[in-house]
């Protein structure tokens, strides 16, 4: 699976848009970019996937260059609750019966300020 | 609620003790995980299971002991631990690959444990 790199930290004004970026420059074709987040001392919780499309959904949105190089993880208005650790992991697609196995590295610890 | 519940959610034992922790998931799904997550380190994938068979083990000491006995229950044995086994252990599961192939794996809330 393809290695990312984040930032080790950010932080973000409560109500404003929180841009987390990641990079992958070693994608590969059949490869997605993944983002979870760990609030503190509970289970990481999914939030977004995509392949080349930019996606959204209640929680996030995720814009992925058009290389497939880098994505970005939109908090469109951030909130305490969304402090929290924000992985983003590459992974090929799952085939019949496969287990779907993630590596996580250490993420970004995003901080919204109040 | 993920829908993985896991108990206890905190346990203190000795060296020499034996205990458990439980995993069970209530979402239909075929896959069960146990990743391991120490003070300031990355989530570390310990055991998978599919279809109640392990198909992984990432060089875990023998120290820990899975045990899938049907696609619903997860379990950690353990026994003559060490102090620096004191993590968070952590189950999840995903869904079958016809119900769901986008990958997601849903969490428990973790069991914090403490090796004295």
């Known amino acids: 699976d393809a290695k990312t790199t984040q930032p080790t930290s950010m932080d973000c004004a409560e109500g404003r848009a929180a841009n987390l970026p990641c990079n992958h420059s070693?994608?590969?074709?059949?490869?997605?970019v993944y983002w979870y987040r760990q609030i503190h001392s509970q289970g990481p919780q999914y939030i977004i996937h995509g392949l080349k499309n930019n996606e959204t959904n209640e929680m996030a949105s995720l814009i992925i260059t058009e290389d497939r190089k880098s994505s970005t993880l939109i908090l469109p208005h951030a909130t305490l609750r969304d402090t929290a650790v924000y992985y983003c992991?590459?992974?090929?697609?799952?085939?019949?019966?496969?287990?779907?196995?993630?590596?996580f590295g250490s993420g970004t610890q995003l901080t919204v300020l109040p | 609620e993920t829908g993985v519940t896991q108990t206890p959610r905190h346990l203190v034992m000795g060296m020499t003790n034996k205990k458990s922790l439980k995993c069970e998931q209530h979402?239909?799904?075929?896959?069960m995980y146990w990743y391991k997550q120490s003070a300031k380190k990355p989530l570390e994938l310990m055991f998978v299971y599919s279809l109640e068979e392990r198909v992984e083990n990432n060089s875990v000491p023998s120290r820990f002991s899975p045990e899938c006995p049907n696609s619903s229950h997860l379990f950690l044995h353990l026994h003559t631990l060490q102090p620096e086994d004191s993590a968070l252990y952590l189950c999840a599961s995903s869904p079958k690959p016809g119900q769901s192939n986008t990958g997601e794996l849903f969490f428990g809330e973790g069991s914090r444990l403490t090796v004295l």
């Open positions: 070693t994608i590969s074709g059949n490869e997605y």
């Open positions: 992991i590459v992974r090929g697609g799952f085939s019949s019966g496969s287990a779907r196995q993630l590596t």
């Open positions: 979402l239909g799904h075929n896959a």
